[in-house]
């Protein structure tokens, strides 16, 4: 498996895998630090301090914390786009 690959599956899985609550993760970014503070059930989240809305509240599924994706990579400094006609999400972090 690509490194970058595997890199990118432990990332993602340590976000998934917070059960308390709120879920704060602090992580670089390009344009600098993000500090997202998360709520299970709640739509109200933050970023540095800065309240936002979320479309869908951070979830337990089978003992696994599932956060809005978009919002999370998004506030790390990553482009999201989805390809609806191969259902499939592309994210862009950096080069």
Excluded at 22 to 38: E, N, R
Excluded at 62 to 70: A, D, G, H, Y
Aim: no cysteine; hydrophobic share 45%; proline share 4%.
């Amino acid at each position: 498996m690509p490194l970058n690959f595997i890199r990118r599956s432990l990332i993602l899985s340590a976000l998934l895998v917070w059960t308390y609550s709120p879920l704060a993760v602090f992580a670089s970014s390009t344009s600098g630090s993000a500090y997202i503070k998360l709520t299970l059930g709640e739509t109200k989240a933050s970023i540095n301090d800065q309240s936002v809305t979320l479309q869908m509240s951070p979830h337990l599924v089978e003992n696994t914390t599932m956060v809005p994706l978009r919002f999370v990579t998004e506030a790390l400094g990553a482009t999201v786009k989805w390809d609806g006609a191969a259902q499939r999400v592309d994210l862009t972090y950096g080069t």
